[in-house]
């Protein structure tokens, strides 16, 4: 992710770690995740066009969030 990050700002990786932080590459990996899946469901190539929801078994979700809650 860093280099990517360090594309798209014009930055050196190691300027990323020391003026970035975590919340940082959160924003820009939820933002790059987004566009990555409106690019796919936008292509004319219906191969290439993904439902989300498909991308996640809901079985291991639910054991992840019981897992979590407790």
Same mark, same amino acid.
Do not use: C, W
């Given at each position: 992710?860093?280099?990517?990050?360090?594309?798209?700002?014009?930055?050196? %990786?190691?300027?990323?770690?020391?003026? =970035?932080?975590?919340? /940082?590459?959160?924003?820009?990996?939820? !933002?790059? *995740?987004?566009?990555?899946?409106?690019?796919?469901?936008?292509?004319?190539? %219906?191969?290439?066009?993904?439902?989300? =929801?498909?991308?996640? /078994?809901?079985?291991?979700?639910?054991? !992840?969030? *019981?897992?979590?809650?407790?």
């Amino acid at each position: 992710m860093l280099h990517v990050m360090g594309e798209t700002y014009g930055l050196l %990786p190691s300027e990323i770690l020391q003026r =970035g932080d975590t919340f /940082d590459m959160l924003v820009f990996d939820v !933002a790059n *995740t987004v566009r990555e899946h409106r690019e796919k469901q936008n292509s004319k190539d %219906p191969t290439v066009r993904a439902d989300i =929801g498909k991308q996640y /078994d809901p079985k291991q979700l639910e054991q !992840a969030l *019981t897992t979590m809650r407790g």
